[in-house]
């Protein structure tokens, strides 16, 4: 069974902090999809990554695609409170095919 | 951006009937559609791949008959949550993905509440 581990499970920050995503498994993914949902919605993709060792920027966040293809980590630079929501990481391995999420990890950003 | 809808957003039934949910890829043709559960503050919990022509794929633990998948054609997909019941309360969420890459997208979900 492929899983995916996020953490933390929960984090609460002040604004204007940092803070690191990790998103890891054994398996090897074909790619990686990052998303935020916000309560209520459904999930809104943010970046998905190929390569390994591949780093994309989303304004304050950047995305991070471990060599191996195996973990990636999403790093957001002076947290604001819009930043709030749940962060999903997915993995795929066939063009098409289902995706693994992983546990998924709460952001709570106060002002 | 590929885009994709469900409605209804929000149903609220009572127990014992059966409640339709659809799932529209607007933009983009999708020969598979999968179909998410979620409770509050988790992860998606894949139910079942549906699959354009054919039977729908369950994960294991999902009934069938309970949740009953229709992939009519390349755009539209639907489950219906057959003699609900209060448990069935929950938050359903479809994706799809392009024909092209891996990334699937999601539609905003449909809340269900059984009474």
């Known amino acids: 069974t492929q899983l995916l581990k996020q953490s933390p499970q929960f984090l609460s920050i002040q604004e204007g902090e940092n803070l690191t995503v990790y998103c890891n498994s054994s398996?090897?993914?074909?790619?990686l999809q990052w998303y935020r949902q916000e309560p209520g919605e459904g999930p809104v993709l943010l970046v998905t990554v190929v390569t390994g060792g591949e780093v994309k920027k989303l304004k304050r966040l950047t995305f991070q695609f471990g060599d191996a293809r195996k973990d990636s980590s999403l790093h957001i630079t002076a947290a604001q409170p819009g930043d709030t929501g749940l962060y999903l990481c997915?993995?795929?391995?066939?063009?098409?095919?289902?995706?693994?999420f992983g546990d998924g990890t709460t952001l709570t950003v106060k002002p | 951006g590929a885009v994709v809808s469900q409605h209804p957003s929000w149903v609220i039934c009572k127990s014992g009937t059966s409640v339709k949910i659809e799932c529209r890829s607007l933009?983009?043709?999708?020969?598979?559609m999968f179909w998410y559960r979620q409770f509050p503050k988790q992860s998606l919990m894949l139910m079942a791949t549906?699959?354009?022509?054919?039977?729908?794929?369950?994960e294991q633990g999902v009934e069938k008959d309970k949740f009953l998948i229709n992939h009519a054609s390349l755009t539209l997909s639907t489950l219906t949550v057959t003699s609900a019941h209060p448990e069935d309360s929950s938050f359903y969420i479809c994706s799809a993905p392009t024909a092209s890459t891996d990334t699937q997208y999601f539609g905003p979900g449909t809340r269900l509440t059984v009474l």
């Open positions: 549906s699959n354009e022509g054919s039977k729908a794929t369950y």
């Open positions: 997915a993995g795929a391995r066939t063009n098409a095919g289902k995706s693994t």
């Open positions: 933009d983009f043709q999708a020969t598979t």
């Open positions: 398996s090897v993914f074909s790619s």
